[in-house]
């Protein structure tokens, strides 16, 4: 299979970046897309010329950093997966891909196609955790929790941080990204005993560091890789209500 690509290149945040066209061929079906840039950066090396930056890392889909726009699509046109699960038989043979990074005020370009995700750490520190003191993992069933609470609870802690939804959204929204946090660990006995101050704290540090508000376009869900709700923002709306009106 033969691709023509069309890549973001840019030098830092600073710099003003643009598109550059590079061929690539005789690729295989069942090569994945990360593979296809490692076997194009490969070539450029060879060619004596500047590698395109990307950010990756597991490969399997649990790390969130393979971060990029793919025709249009944040982790390209199949659903439910990551940029590193998408092989290359999903794009017809002879196509153009454009590939971009995440656009997003939140998230500053570092180089090419790698952006500075650290926005969703810094919300992750204002509250996406409980205090505990740690030692031995407890036994699993030490504290009994409906199913319902459990599944709920566990579909939103599969939430990746890759970033999609903030990038997706039109506002820049990084809402899901806190609702998932969030409803986590409320549908939990072990996070509802700091859930009003938990829920306080990230929305006003998500409002700080740039995101927009959520108008409800749904943009986000149709994006994520892991397919986590929108219902899950009306939770995080309902923590956020209820612990104002406890002020």
């Not at 509250?127 to 599944?151: H, L, M, Q, W």
Request: hydrophobic share 40%.
């Amino acid at each position: 299979m033969n691709f023509t690509l069309k890549i973001w290149r840019q030098k830092d945040a600073k710099s003003q970046g643009a598109f550059e066209t590079y061929k690539v061929e005789n690729i295989s079906s069942d090569t994945s897309f990360l593979e296809m840039m490692d076997i194009l950066n490969n070539d450029l090396i060879h060619k004596g010329e500047e590698p395109v930056a990307f950010d990756h890392d597991c490969r399997e889909g649990i790390c969130g950093m393979c971060s990029m726009h793919i025709n249009g699509h944040a982790h390209g046109p199949s659903q439910a997966v990551t940029t590193c699960q998408m092989y290359m038989r999903k794009f017809e043979d002879g196509s153009t891909i454009t590939i971009e990074p995440w656009r997003s005020a939140a998230f500053p370009v570092i180089r090419d196609l790698v952006v500075d995700r650290g926005a969703y750490d810094k919300i992750l520190q204002a509250g996406g955790f409980i205090s505990v003191r740690t030692n031995s993992v407890p036994d699993g069933n030490a504290i009994p929790i409906p199913k319902a609470d459990a599944d709920e609870s566990m579909d939103a802690a599969a939430c990746v941080g890759c970033g999609a939804c903030a990038a997706t959204c039109k506002n820049g929204s990084a809402m899901l990204f806190v609702a998932a946090r969030v409803s986590s660990l409320a549908k939990l006995p072990q996070g509802k005993v700091e859930g009003a101050r938990r829920a306080k704290a990230m929305v006003a540090k998500m409002d700080e560091l740039g995101f927009g508000n959520c108008t409800n376009t749904g943009a986000c869900q149709a994006e994520c890789p892991k397919q986590i709700s929108i219902a899950h923002i009306a939770r995080l709306n309902r923590e956020f209500l209820c612990a104002k009106l406890e002020d």
